[in-house]
């Protein structure tokens, strides 16, 4: 049975707030210059390599 180490949790955690879409808010105010999230990912096409 593997376990998650600390350090492997607290990034994927990182990476799933990083994943997140813009506030709406935060579009209006820029006048739709800033309309996407540069870290989202999608899971089909982009893994994550995260060492344990």
């Known amino acids: 049975m593997v ?3 600390r350090a492997k ?3 994927l955690a ?3 707030k990083q994943n997140k879409r813009i506030p709406l ?3 209006l105010r ?5 309309q996407q999230n540069k870290f989202a ?3 089909k096409h982009k893994k994550l390599r995260i060492k344990d």
């Open 3 to 5: 376990k998650k180490s």
């Open 41 to 43: 990912r999608d899971w």
């Open 9 to 11: 949790k607290t990034k």
């Open 25 to 27: 808010l935060a579009v």
């Open 14 to 16: 990182k990476k799933i």
């Open 30 to 34: 820029t006048h739709r210059k800033i």
